[in-house]
Nanobody, 119 residues
Framework: QVRLVESGGGLVQTGESLTLSCASS????????MAWFRRAPGQQRELVAT???????TYIDAVKGRFTISRDNDKGMVYLQADSLKPDDTAVYYC?????????????WGQGTQVTVSS
């Protein structure tokens, strides 16, 4: 079973940037899809960005042009570069494997990393 550990969150001001990292305990080389999710206070967890094994990416409209997802299969890492952050981006961010066909996460959730954006 793959274990996931997110890091890199913090408290920033509007317009600043953060780089979130996700380390996996096992190889993600064979995992075709990886994704970042987030859960804002009082909200359900939502999908933010996906990346397939060929490097193809998708983003929700709210972060398109500001966030960039990437992966390093050799290191078992997934990253989310979050630029031009807004207060609406405040949430706990999680990574997970993702079935692009079935639209479901693949592994148990990690603890996530808190991102707080002040106005």
């Amino acid at each position: 079973q793959v274990r996931l550990v997110e890091s890199g969150g913090g408290l920033v001001q509007t317009g600043e940037s953060l780089t979130l990292s996700c380390a996996s305990s096992g190889s993600i080389f064979s995992v075709r899809g990886m994704a970042w999710f987030r859960r804002a206070p009082g909200q359900q967890r939502e999908l933010v960005a996906t990346i397939n094994n060929s490097g193809g990416t998708t983003y929700i409209d709210a972060v398109k042009g500001r966030f960039t997802i990437s992966r390093d299969n050799d290191k078992g890492m997934v990253y989310l570069q979050a630029d031009s952050l807004k207060p609406d981006d405040t949430a706990v961010y999680y990574c997970n494997g993702y079935s692009i066909q079935a639209h479901i996460p693949l592994f148990s959730w990690g603890q996530g990393t808190q991102v707080t954006v002040s106005s």
